[in-house]
C-alpha cells in the first residue's frame, strides 16, 4: 500500500482537530458537504490507521467519501501548526491504493479514459489545441519561453490563453506553444491516483517541451502549474530541465520591473479569489495581489476567507466529477461570499476556479462578473 | 431489535444523510486525544436540533442500546468513546451561536458551538467570555463544559467553568425528556441567573461527563472586553518560589492579581521554571499597578524576568491553538489534577524521579493556578509506533502516584482513562452518583462505563 510511505505521519496525528477548524463546518470544504468525521483529515488519517492496521478495507462507499475531498489543502496548512501531516498526500495515496486494490468509481472513468486515450478530459480532438491562436497572436517556434495554456483554457476558457499571450506580445516577450503536441498536464489523473498514466504523460510533455527549447513553462492554470511543478518531479525522479511559473508571478514581474505598466480600468470594485493550488500549495498570495493594487483607482476589497484560509470554489480533487451537486455548493458559499463584499467583479487565476464560479454565480444569481486575472491586467493596458 | 431497525428508525429522526453504519466511518470516530485503543460505535448520528436528540434518546431507551455523546472529539480521557457499541452522537451540526445579549451580558450558544467562534463573535460586540481552555480552536463550548473543563486561560482569576460563568442549561435526560435549567426554568425569564431554583442541577451537569444527560443549549455569562493587558515572563530556579508568587497573586480571592498564570518544568531544562503571566482590566493605571506588583512579587522571590513575548504569544494563541504542539509526537496528559495552592513540589519530586526512572525524554510538568489551587499536569510527547508501551507504564506509574500524593483528576473518562483509579477511593461518594445515575438513567442508556460503571449494563 501506497499509505505505508507515510506510516509515521499517519500515526503521529494527535487527532487535535487543528485540521477542521473552530469554524467546523466551514473550514474544511470536504467536511462542509459530508459532515461525518471520515470527511477530515484527523478521521482519515484513523482510517488510514485501520487500513494499514488490516482491520479495515476498501470499498466502493470507502472510496465515495475519499472524493468528498477537494484536496484543498485547508487541512494540512492548519496540521502545519499541529503536528506537519500531509494530509492532502495521504489522501491521495489512499485513493492511489483503492484503485489498485481494483474499485474504480464508474463516473470517474470517461474523464480518465479520454485523458489516456485523447490526451484530454473533454475527448477533443488534438487539432483543436492551436484554435486560441488567433491572427492578431505573435508566436514563435522555438522560444525559451513557453507557454502551457492545459485543457480547460485550451477547449473552455480559450480568452484567458489568448489576453496572457496578448499581455506578452505587448511586451514584446518571445514565446512559443506546444500547440497539438500538447498533452492533459495529468492532474486530474493524479487526483485519481492513476500515477503510471500520469507519468506517461509526465514524460510527454517534458520531453515536447524540451524540444522547444524551453527554459521557462508559463501557465495561467493553478492545476497544471501544481502538476507539472510537484508531480512531475516526484513522478519522474528527477529535476525538470525548465523552471514552472505561473502568470501571476510573471505578470507581477512584469509590472515591478515596469516592462508593462497598468494604467487604469474599466472595472469598479473587486475582489480576488485565491486557487488552492497556487495558494495554499505555493503560497503565491502576494503576486496577485500586487498586480491588483498597482492598477490606478481600482476598488480592492477581500473575502473574509483569503489566503491561507481560502475556501475552494469547488473544482478540486475531482470531487465535482463524484459529487457534482454538493461540489456546486461549496462554489455557492464562495459567490455569496464575494458578493457579501459589495465587488461587482471576482477576479481569479485559473481556468478551473473561473468555471465553478461562474456556474455558481449563475445559479446564485449573483450577477457578478468572474475573470481571470489576465483580463483585468489587459483590460488595464488598454484602457 | 436488529441494526437495521435501529438504522432506520435514526433515517426517519434525522434523515438519510445524517446516520452512517460504514465501518469506516466508524473507524474515524474511534479515537479520541487519549492513547485509548479504538472503539467502535454501531451508528454515529449527526442531529442538527434538541428534539431530534431527545427523539434519538428515546429510541434508544426503547431499544436499551447506549448512547455515547462527542462534541468535536477532543477529550483527553476516553471520555465520549463508544465503549459498549450503540449510537455515537456527534453534536458538531448543532454549533450556533443562539443570543448575545449585551443587556444582560449572556450569550447563548448551541453545544457544538467551538469557544474560538463564540470569541470572535462576542468580540465583534466588544465582549468576551474570560475563562477558556486550550484544547485547540476545534474544541466545543459543550464538551468543554461537561468535563468542567478549564485551561491557563482566565483560570487563575474566574476558575472552572463551574464556578460561576455557565448560567444554565438546555438538557435532554437519559430518558428523553427536555428541561432547562437556571433562570432559563422561569417562565418570562431569560437565562441570567444560575441559583435560586432549590439545588443547583446546572452544578449536577457540570463534570458529569454526559451521564446525566445531554447538553444542547448552554447560556454563558460574558463581560465586557478588557481594554488593557500586560504580560510578563519569569524564570524560577525552584518550584517553592513559583508557589509563593501563586499564593500571592491569588491571595485577595475575587480580587487576583493575575488573570492567567501558567508555569512549567521540561525534562530538557530540569529545575529550570517557566512562567508566563498575563494581567488583563479596564483600567490602564489598575493594570500598571498589577503588572509592577507581579512583577515586585516575581523578583523578590528570585525570578528572573525574561521576554515578555513568551507570554504574549502563548496566551494569545491558547484558544485559536498553540503552535508546533506534535512537533516532537503525539500528546498525553498524564494525572492531570488540582491540588491545592502549596502542594505543587511533592507531585514535582514524584514527576521528576518516574520521568528519570523510566528515561523519558519528552515530558513537561506544567501547572496554571485557578482562585487558591493549581491544575497540574504531566505532559507526555511520544510516538505511537515506538513508544506506546513505555508511554502507558509511566502514565500508569505517575497516575498512581500523584493519586497517592492526593489530587483531584481533572477529568476522569471510562477505563482507559482516570476512572480505575478513583473507583475504590471515591467509596460512599461512587456509589452516590452511581445511585443519581440509576435514577434519572434506569436503563443506563447514556454513556455506560464512562465517570461510573453502570448498575445494568445495556
Given at each position: 500500500?501506497?499509505i505505508?510511505d507515510?506510516k509515521?505521519q499517519?500515526?503521529n496525528c494527535?487527532r487535535c482537530?487543528?485540521?477542521?477548524g473552530a469554524?467546523l463546518?466551514?473550514?474544511?470544504?470536504?467536511r462542509f458537504?459530508?459532515?461525518?468525521e471520515s470527511?477530515?483529515?484527523?478521521?482519515?488519517m484513523l482510517?488510514?490507521?485501520a487500513?494499514?492496521?488490516?482491520k479495515?478495507?476498501y470499498?466502493?462507499?470507502?472510496v465515495?467519501?475519499?472524493?468528498?475531498?477537494?484536496?484543498?489543502?485547508a487541512c494540512?496548512?492548519?496540521?502545519e501548526l499541529a503536528?506537519?501531516?500531509?494530509?492532502v498526500?495521504i489522501t491521495?495515496?489512499?485513493r492511489?491504493?483503492?484503485?489498485n486494490?481494483?474499485?474504480q468509481?464508474?463516473?470517474l472513468?470517461?474523464?480518465?479514459?479520454?485523458?489516456?486515450?485523447?490526451?484530454?478530459?473533454y475527448?477533443?480532438?488534438?487539432?483543436k489545441?492551436t484554435?486560441?491562436l488567433?491572427?492578431d497572436?505573435?508566436?514563435?517556434?522555438?522560444?525559451?519561453l513557453?507557454?502551457?495554456?492545459?485543457c480547460?483554457?485550451?477547449?473552455?476558457y480559450s480568452?484567458i490563453?489568448r489576453n496572457?499571450l496578448?499581455i506578452?506580445?505587448?511586451?514584446n516577450i518571445?514565446?512559443?506553444?506546444l500547440?497539438?503536441?500538447?498533452?492533459?498536464?495529468?492532474?486530474?489523473?493524479?487526483?485519481?491516483?492513476?500515477?503510471e498514466a500520469?507519468?506517461?504523460?509526465a514524460?510527454?510533455?517534458?520531453?515536447?517541451?524540451r524540444?522547444?527549447?524551453a527554459?521557462?513553462?508559463?501557465?495561467?492554470c493553478a492545476?497544471?502549474?501544481?502538476?507539472?511543478?510537484?508531480?512531475?518531479k516526484?513522478?519522474l525522479g528527477q529535476?525538470?530541465?525548465?523552471?514552472v511559473?505561473h502568470?501571476?508571478q510573471?505578470?507581477?514581474?512584469?509590472?515591478?520591473?515596469g516592462?508593462?505598466?497598468?494604467?487604469k480600468s474599466?472595472l469598479?470594485?473587486?475582489?480576488?479569489?485565491?486557487?488552492?493550488?497556487?495558494?495554499?500549495?505555493?503560497?503565491?498570495?502576494?503576486e496577485?495581489?500586487?498586480i491588483i493594487?498597482?492598477?490606478?483607482?481600482?476598488?480592492?476589497?477581500?473575502?473574509?476567507?483569503?489566503?491561507d484560509n481560502?475556501?475552494c470554489?469547488g473544482?478540486g480533487?475531482s470531487?465535482n466529477?463524484v459529487?457534482?451537486y454538493?461540489a456546486l455548493?461549496v462554489?455557492?458559499l464562495r459567490?455569496?461570499?464575494?458578493?457579501?463584499?459589495g465587488?461587482?467583479t471576482?477576479?481569479t487565476?485559473?481556468p478551473?476556479?473561473?468555471?465553478?464560479?461562474?456556474l455558481?454565480s449563475?445559479r446564485?444569481?449573483?450577477?457578478m462578473?468572474i475573470?481571470?486575472?489576465?483580463e483585468?491586467v489587459?483590460?488595464?493596458l488598454?484602457? | 431489535m436488529?441494526?437495521?431497525v435501529?438504522?432506520e428508525?435514526?433515517v426517519?429522526?434525522v434523515?438519510k444523510?445524517?446516520?452512517?453504519?460504514e465501518?469506516?466511518?466508524?473507524?474515524?470516530?474511534?479515537r479520541d486525544?487519549s492513547?485509548?485503543k479504538?472503539?467502535?460505535?454501531s451508528f454515529?448520528?449527526?442531529p442538527?436540533?434538541?428534539e431530534?436528540v431527545a427523539?434519538?434518546v428515546?429510541?434508544a431507551?426503547?431499544?436499551?442500546t447506549?448512547?455515547y455523546?462527542?462534541?468535536?472529539g477532543?477529550?483527553h480521557?476516553a471520555a465520549?468513546l463508544p465503549?459498549k457499541g450503540?449510537i455515537l452522537?456527534?453534536?458538531?451540526?448543532?454549533?450556533?451561536?443562539?443570543?448575545?445579549?449585551?443587556?444582560?451580558?449572556t450569550?447563548?450558544?448551541e453545544?457544538?458551538?467551538?469557544w474560538?467562534?463564540l470569541?470572535?463573535?462576542?468580540?465583534?460586540?466588544?465582549l468576551?467570555?474570560?475563562?477558556?481552555?486550550?484544547?485547540?480552536?476545534?474544541?466545543?463550548i459543550g464538551g468543554?463544559?461537561?468535563?468542567?473543563?478549564?485551561?491557563?486561560?482566565?483560570?487563575?482569576?474566574?476558575g472552572?467553568?463551574?464556578?460561576?460563568?455557565?448560567?444554565?442549561?438546555e438538557?435532554v435526560l437519559p430518558t428523553g425528556?427536555?428541561?432547562k435549567?437556571g433562570s432559563?426554568v422561569?417562565?418570562n425569564v431569560?437565562p441570567?441567573?444560575?441559583?435560586?431554583?432549590?439545588?443547583?442541577?446546572?452544578g449536577?451537569l457540570?463534570?458529569s461527563?454526559?451521564?446525566f444527560?445531554?447538553?444542547t443549549k448552554i447560556?454563558l455569562?460574558?463581560r465586557?472586553l478588557?481594554?488593557?493587558e500586560?504580560f510578563?515572563?519569569?524564570?524560577?530556579?525552584?518550584?517553592?518560589?513559583v508557589?509563593?508568587?501563586?499564593d500571592?497573586v491569588t491571595r485577595?480571592?475575587g480580587d487576583?492579581m493575575?488573570?492567567?498564570?501558567?508555569c512549567?518544568e521540561?525534562?530538557?531544562?530540569?529545575?529550570?521554571v517557566?512562567?508566563?503571566?498575563y494581567i488583563?482590566?479596564?483600567d490602564?493605571k489598575?493594570i500598571?499597578?498589577?503588572k509592577?506588583?507581579?512583577r515586585?512579587?516575581?523578583?523578590?522571590?528570585n525570578g528572573k524576568?525574561g521576554?515578555?513575548?513568551?507570554?504574549?504569544?502563548f496566551?494569545n494563541?491558547?484558544?485559536?491553538?498553540?503552535?508546533?504542539?506534535?512537533a516532537?509526537?503525539?500528546?498525553?496528559?498524564a494525572?492531570?489534577?488540582?491540588?491545592?495552592?502549596?502542594?505543587?513540589p511533592?507531585f514535582v519530586?514524584?514527576w521528576?524521579?518516574i520521568?528519570k526512572?523510566?528515561?523519558?525524554?519528552?515530558?513537561?510538568f506544567?501547572?496554571w493556578?485557578?482562585?487558591?489551587?493549581?491544575?497540574?499536569?504531566?505532559?507526555?510527547?511520544y510516538?505511537?509506533?515506538?513508544e506506546?508501551?513505555k508511554?502507558?507504564?509511566?502514565?500508569?506509574?505517575l497516575n498512581k502516584k500523584f493519586?497517592?500524593i492526593g489530587f483531584?483528576p481533572y477529568?476522569i473518562?471510562?477505563p482507559?482513562?482516570l476512572?480505575?483509579?478513583?473507583?475504590?477511593r471515591w467509596g460512599?461518594?461512587?456509589?452516590?452518583i452511581?445511585?443519581i445515575k440509576h435514577?434519572l438513567?434506569?436503563?443506563?442508556?447514556?454513556?455506560?462505563?464512562i465517570?461510573?460503571?453502570?448498575?445494568?449494563?445495556c
Amino acid at each position: 500500500m501506497l499509505i505505508e510511505d507515510y506510516k509515521e505521519q499517519i500515526y503521529n496525528c494527535g487527532r487535535c482537530g487543528y485540521c477542521i477548524g473552530a469554524y467546523l463546518n466551514h473550514t474544511c470544504p470536504s467536511r462542509f458537504i459530508a459532515g461525518f468525521e471520515s470527511s477530515t483529515g484527523r478521521g482519515r488519517m484513523l482510517i488510514a490507521q485501520a487500513l494499514l492496521e488490516g482491520k479495515l478495507e476498501y470499498s466502493e462507499n470507502l472510496v465515495f467519501m475519499l472524493y468528498t475531498c477537494f484536496l484543498c489543502g485547508a487541512c494540512s496548512t492548519k496540521c502545519e501548526l499541529a503536528a506537519k501531516i500531509k494530509i492532502v498526500e495521504i489522501t491521495k495515496a489512499m485513493r492511489s491504493d483503492s484503485l489498485n486494490s481494483g474499485i474504480q468509481l464508474e463516473k470517474l472513468v470517461p474523464g480518465a479514459k479520454a485523458i489516456i486515450e485523447h490526451h484530454n478530459i473533454y475527448n477533443e480532438p488534438s487539432e483543436k489545441r492551436t484554435a486560441f491562436l488567433t491572427s492578431d497572436i505573435k508566436i514563435s517556434e522555438k522560444a525559451s519561453l513557453l507557454y502551457f495554456p492545459g485543457c480547460v483554457i485550451t477547449f473552455r476558457y480559450s480568452n484567458i490563453a489568448r489576453n496572457a499571450l496578448k499581455i506578452l506580445n505587448m511586451a514584446n516577450i518571445d514565446v512559443t506553444v506546444l500547440g497539438e503536441e500538447e498533452w492533459c498536464c495529468g492532474n486530474p489523473l493524479y487526483f485519481m491516483g492513476m500515477t503510471e498514466a500520469a507519468k506517461k504523460i509526465a514524460q510527454h510533455n517534458v520531453e515536447k517541451i524540451r524540444e522547444k527549447g524551453a527554459k521557462t513553462v508559463l501557465t495561467s492554470c493553478a492545476g497544471c502549474y501544481r502538476a507539472i511543478n510537484q508531480d512531475y518531479k516526484k513522478i519522474l525522479g528527477q529535476p525538470l530541465p525548465f523552471n514552472v511559473v505561473h502568470i501571476t508571478q510573471f505578470l507581477d514581474k512584469l509590472v515591478n520591473e515596469g516592462s508593462i505598466i497598468l494604467r487604469k480600468s474599466s472595472l469598479k470594485k473587486i475582489t480576488y479569489h485565491d486557487p488552492c493550488e497556487i495558494g495554499r500549495y505555493f503560497k503565491i498570495y502576494e503576486e496577485p495581489r500586487r498586480i491588483i493594487q498597482n492598477v490606478p483607482n481600482l476598488d480592492f476589497v477581500e473575502m473574509p476567507k483569503h489566503g491561507d484560509n481560502s475556501w475552494c470554489c469547488g473544482g478540486g480533487g475531482s470531487v465535482n466529477i463524484v459529487h457534482t451537486y454538493q461540489a456546486l455548493k461549496v462554489g455557492e458559499l464562495r459567490i455569496i461570499e464575494a458578493k457579501e463584499t459589495g465587488a461587482k467583479t471576482l477576479v481569479t487565476a485559473c481556468p478551473s476556479c473561473v468555471q465553478m464560479l461562474e456556474l455558481a454565480s449563475k445559479r446564485k444569481r449573483t450577477g457578478m462578473k468572474i475573470i481571470d486575472i489576465s483580463e483585468l491586467v489587459l483590460d488595464a493596458l488598454r484602457t | 431489535m436488529s441494526k437495521n431497525v435501529i438504522y432506520e428508525k435514526l433515517v426517519e429522526i434525522v434523515g438519510k444523510e445524517r446516520v452512517s453504519s460504514e465501518d469506516f466511518e466508524l473507524y474515524a470516530y474511534s479515537r479520541d486525544l487519549s492513547p485509548a485503543k479504538p472503539k467502535l460505535a454501531s451508528f454515529v448520528v449527526r442531529p442538527e436540533k434538541a428534539e431530534e436528540v431527545a427523539e434519538i434518546v428515546k429510541l434508544a431507551n426503547e431499544h436499551k442500546t447506549p448512547i455515547y455523546v462527542r462534541g468535536c472529539g477532543c477529550s483527553h480521557w476516553a471520555a465520549w468513546l463508544p465503549l459498549k457499541g450503540g449510537i455515537l452522537l456527534d453534536t458538531t451540526s448543532m454549533d450556533g451561536i443562539v443570543a448575545v445579549d449585551e443587556e444582560n451580558l449572556t450569550a447563548v450558544v448551541e453545544c457544538g458551538c467551538t469557544w474560538f467562534k463564540l470569541m470572535e463573535e462576542l468580540q465583534k460586540k466588544k465582549l468576551t467570555y474570560l475563562s477558556s481552555e486550550m484544547g485547540g480552536p476545534a474544541m466545543t463550548i459543550g464538551g468543554s463544559v461537561i468535563k468542567a473543563g478549564g485551561g491557563p486561560y482566565g483560570t487563575c482569576k474566574f476558575g472552572f467553568h463551574g464556578q460561576m460563568d455557565v448560567l444554565g442549561f438546555e438538557v435532554v435526560l437519559p430518558t428523553g425528556e427536555m428541561v432547562k435549567t437556571g433562570s432559563w426554568v422561569m417562565p418570562n425569564v431569560v437565562p441570567f441567573r444560575r441559583e435560586g431554583l432549590g439545588p443547583d442541577l446546572t452544578g449536577l451537569l457540570i463534570g458529569s461527563e454526559g451521564i446525566f444527560g445531554i447538553i444542547t443549549k448552554i447560556a454563558l455569562r460574558v463581560r465586557p472586553l478588557p481594554e488593557h493587558e500586560g504580560f510578563l515572563y519569569f524564570d524560577f530556579a525552584d518550584w517553592e518560589n513559583v508557589v509563593k508568587v501563586g499564593d500571592a497573586v491569588t491571595r485577595c480571592v475575587g480580587d487576583e492579581m493575575a488573570y492567567s498564570l501558567d508555569c512549567g518544568e521540561s525534562v530538557a531544562e530540569p529545575g529550570k521554571v517557566g512562567v508566563r503571566i498575563y494581567i488583563f482590566g479596564y483600567d490602564k493605571k489598575i493594570i500598571k499597578y498589577r503588572k509592577n506588583k507581579v512583577r515586585e512579587l516575581c523578583i523578590e522571590n528570585n525570578g528572573k524576568e525574561g521576554d515578555a513575548k513568551r507570554a504574549s504569544e502563548f496566551f494569545n494563541k491558547v484558544v485559536s491553538g498553540l503552535p508546533d504542539i506534535f512537533a516532537s509526537g503525539v500528546w498525553h496528559f498524564a494525572a492531570t489534577g488540582a491540588v491545592p495552592i502549596h502542594k505543587i513540589p511533592k507531585f514535582v519530586h514524584a514527576w521528576r524521579e518516574i520521568i528519570k526512572k523510566h528515561d523519558f525524554t519528552k515530558s513537561t510538568f506544567g501547572a496554571w493556578a485557578f482562585p487558591r489551587g493549581w491544575t497540574i499536569y504531566a505532559h507526555l510527547l511520544y510516538s505511537e509506533l515506538t513508544e506506546y508501551e513505555k508511554l502507558m507504564v509511566v502514565s500508569d506509574e505517575l497516575n498512581k502516584k500523584f493519586f497517592e500524593i492526593g489530587f483531584v483528576p481533572y477529568g476522569i473518562g471510562g477505563p482507559e482513562g482516570l476512572q480505575p483509579y478513583i473507583k475504590r477511593r471515591w467509596g460512599q461518594y461512587y456509589k452516590w452518583i452511581r445511585k443519581i445515575k440509576h435514577s434519572l438513567d434506569p436503563n443506563n442508556i447514556l454513556q455506560p462505563g464512562i465517570l461510573v460503571e453502570g448498575d445494568r449494563e445495556c
